[in-house]
């Protein structure tokens, strides 16, 4: 079934080559394609493009159908092109004339935007609160650790002291300016454009504001030839905020992986969470992090693949947008499972209480020796210059006790000003609107 056949045969290399993954990656889309389906439904009744016993009948055929896939999930049949098709040809065998007129005033182009954005809406909702967890663990950690030093490094060489609260709060912090990025990118996702058809508005008297309260929508996109040119710039808008989220966890990976090394010796992975090598036994590999490193940066590359699939295009609507979805949708599993593996390993992260006792750090503390002369009248310059003469005689023989004070120092982490700045940019999402909208249209399909 094709929403375009004409009776026309098509050409199945043709139809197997546009078709592309459709199939598979629409099964994401289906619950979303039936709650716009629903709130368009309710505004075709109320606009009196469909009789009132036409609206009840899909109203009530739609939450079924919604309830199912909860419970069994959801097929595109053989031969169907996607998943608009699909919900239609379910809503045609159950209801007659009556399925067939809910396409009424509306484009596979317009439904396809308001599922993804729909689909965008329920994943952030997910990244946030897998986010959520993940920063928590961190904040643990950093107030656990807070006393215990490390070494910093600038240039990959020993640079001066930091401490495992400090590092652990660092990730913490870095994923609050994540999460801010996110927030931006759910509120232009948050629009909706149904209404736009096939970008060029309908001829059809229809509500678009009723269907943007209906789905709990902030607003909409106004204009219909904009809602078009939004498909592939949402994507890739999404995509530089999940990217975002990546480049935090990269990084992190990246200092697991040298921290774990033998010759850093910062941390230790519990045996159960590495792997071993078929050949040297004592080999204990931190692939967890090797993984949420690649997969990081795989995803970090999607704002540029999106961009150079659709970067050319002319305004209006063309099907390499389709091969946004290939590399788009996938991405919040990806996401989501590096998050949940960095959040469950880094609890067990076990820490080195004694890393300072190697005499390879002495020279931590240099800047220390500095400022205790600059502390005592002795002009900063001249004080580096005796710290380095001594460096270099051999007589520099420094304290290893440090004092640091000031606001986002080791002695002065404020983690609780960070926390409270990651729950006030959670609060700005207000996932509770998104909530009570669909409940509402699930509950009777209609204000």
Not at 85 to 100: D, F, H, Y
Not at 126 to 155: D, N, R, W
Request: aromatic residues 10%.
């Amino acid at each position: 079934m094709k929403l375009w056949e004409k009776g026309i045969e098509f050409n199945k290399q043709v139809e197997k080559f546009t078709v592309g993954k459709d199939r598979e990656l629409d099964v994401l889309l289906a619950p979303f394609d039936i709650l716009g389906s629903l709130a368009h439904a309710a505004m075709l009744e109320k606009a009196g493009l469909i009789s009132e016993a036409d609206g009840t009948a899909l109203t009530s055929a739609l939450v079924d159908l919604y309830h199912s896939i909860e419970k069994d999930g959801f097929v595109i049949e053989e031969g169907v092109e996607d998943v608009h098709s699909q919900v239609e040809l379910l809503l045609t065998r159950q209801l007659g004339e009556a399925g067939k007129r809910i396409h009424t005033a509306r484009s596979r182009n317009d439904q396809v935007l308001l599922d993804i954005k729909l689909y965008i809406r329920h994943e952030i909702r997910q990244i946030v609160e897998i986010t959520g967890k993940f920063f928590a663990t961190l904040q643990q950690k950093s107030e656990a650790v807070k006393t215990i030093l490390m070494p910093g490094y600038t240039h990959l060489q020993i640079a001066m002291p930091s401490s495992f609260g400090l590092w652990f709060g660092a990730y913490a912090e870095s994923l609050v300016d994540d999460m801010q990025l996110l927030l931006a990118a759910y509120r232009i996702a948050n629009q909706n454009p149904l209404g736009s058809a096939a970008g060029y508005g309908s001829s059809f008297p229809i509500n678009r504001q009723l269907t943007t309260d209906l789905l709990g929508f902030d607003s909409m996109n106004y204009n219909a030839v904009y809602a078009q040119m939004g498909r592939g710039k949402v994507e890739r808008i999404v995509a530089f905020a999940l990217a975002s989220v990546a480049s935090t966890l990269s990084k992190m990976a990246v200092d697991v992986c040298l921290y774990v090394n033998q010759n850093f010796g910062f941390f230790k992975i519990p045996d159960a969470y590495t792997t071993g090598s078929s050949i040297m036994p004592h080999k204990k590999n931190p692939d967890v992090f090797e993984l949420i490193r690649a997969k990081c940066n795989r995803i970090q590359s999607l704002p540029t693949e999106i961009a150079f699939i659709g970067n050319n295009l002319p305004s209006g609507y063309f099907r390499d947008m389709q091969i946004i979805k290939e590399v788009f949708l996938p991405a919040f599993d990806e996401l989501k499972n590096c998050l949940f593996m960095a959040d469950k390993v880094t609890k067990e992260l076990e820490v080195n209480k004694n890393i300072l006792d190697d005499e390879r750090y002495t020279y931590l503390f240099s800047v220390e020796e500095v400022n205790k002369l600059v502390a005592e009248g002795i002009p900063f310059r001249d004080a580096y210059k005796k710290i380095a003469e001594a460096i270099q005689n051999g007589s520099y023989n420094p304290s290893v006790k440090v004092a640091h004070t000031h606001e986002g120092s080791m002695g002065n982490l404020c983690n609780d000003k960070i926390a409270i700045r990651m729950e006030r940019v959670v609060e700005e999402f207000n996932f509770q609107k998104m909530d009570e909208a669909v409940n509402a249209l699930l509950k009777n399909g209609k204000k």
